[in-house]
């Protein structure tokens, strides 16, 4: 395909991605989990120049409807990379996961925009794994939430001469995540902000023996995941700027569960060692504070986000 020209309009993609939880307690930037939470967007290629957007669920009174729109700028981006000139652009978007939750919703809207982006140029460029990684990682920012997005499981993610990498992971089958989700937010540039730019050679050293250990506990023994996910990096510094999040979190590792801040909070994933664990764990949050809480007993998601493409004029 000439690069002057854009694609005849027509062809139909539809992505779906995954909810993320990064961090998981000691592995800052680096640890990414995918959760059975979806957005689903549908994307048709239209004459050039033209674009409609529709949203429905999860921000759909605040995100704009223009070029601005994340998953506009992802596929433009996208093609940019490659030297293609954007189709218009139908978007119907049907977002799940929540809004400034600590779920990874931009690093969702990023990989969708990616997703859908590959399966409009297929045929013409190849987006493989690799790039589409490092698109949303300049994108993003940093690959811990992308990485999961993309290719599901529990994801190692890192960044080298080479760009960003990743090692995907199958997560025990025992362990059962549950995120409590609160009707407040959090953003993550003001959650960054509370963090130190140096923190205690001590703190360091103790937070890379618990990294290690999450690995160990989420892949082979749950019954170690409450030890695996004590951090001394990020949740402590950032406990003023939410108190409920920081005294649910206490109050669930106090009795014995493995709870952390999701991503930059205010979600708290809890990762119960078996469906019992979950279910204690959900009524002791009911009792133990005032705050309400949305209770999502999730599966941890192995796919990451999926392109299902469609002929033109097909439904």
């Not at 469906?275 to 192995?302: H, I, K, Q």
Request: aromatic share 4%; no cysteine; charged share 20%.
């Amino acid at each position: 395909m000439n690069a002057a020209v854009a694609p005849a309009p027509g062809r139909r993609v539809v992505v779906r991605v995954p909810a993320t939880s990064a961090n998981l307690g000691p592995g800052f930037d680096t640890l990414g989990l995918a959760l059975s939470v979806y957005d689903e967007l549908d994307v048709t290629a239209l004459p050039e120049g033209e674009l409609e957007i529709e949203v429905e669920g999860a921000g759909a009174d605040d995100v704009p409807r223009d070029a601005s729109h994340l998953v506009v700028r992802a596929i433009a981006y996208a093609y940019e990379s490659v030297g293609r000139r954007m189709p218009g652009l139908r978007l119907v978007a049907k977002n799940v996961i929540p809004h400034g939750r600590g779920l990874g919703s931009s690093g969702a809207a990023v990989v969708s925009g990616l997703l859908a982006a590959r399966g409009l140029l297929e045929g013409d460029v190849e987006l493989g794994p690799d790039a589409l990684l490092r698109l949303a990682t300049e994108l993003e920012g940093h690959p811990d939430n992308v990485a999961p997005a993309l290719f599901g499981g529990l994801t190692i993610a890192w960044v080298d001469e080479g760009g960003p990498q990743h090692k995907k992971l199958l997560v025990h089958r025992g362990v059962s995540p549950l995120v409590f989700v609160p009707t407040f937010t959090m953003s993550t540039e003001l959650a960054r902000s509370l963090q130190p730019m140096h923190v205690p050679r001590e703190d360091a050293v103790f937070n890379v023996s618990r990294s290690a250990l999450l690995i160990a506990a989420l892949t082979q023994s749950p019954e170690l995941l409450q030890a695996a996910t004590e951090d001394k990096l990020h949740q402590n510094y950032r406990a003023s700027a939410m108190p409920e999040t920081d005294g649910l979190v206490r109050a669930l590792r106090a009795a014995g569960f493995a709870a952390v801040v999701s991503g930059a909070g205010p979600s708290v994933l809890v990762l119960a060692d078996g469906p019992g664990r979950r279910l204690e764990a959900a009524a002791l949050a009911a009792a133990a504070t005032d705050t309400p809480w949305e209770a999502l007993m999730l599966a941890v998601d192995f796919k990451g986000g999926t392109v299902r493409e469609y002929a033109e004029g097909s439904t």
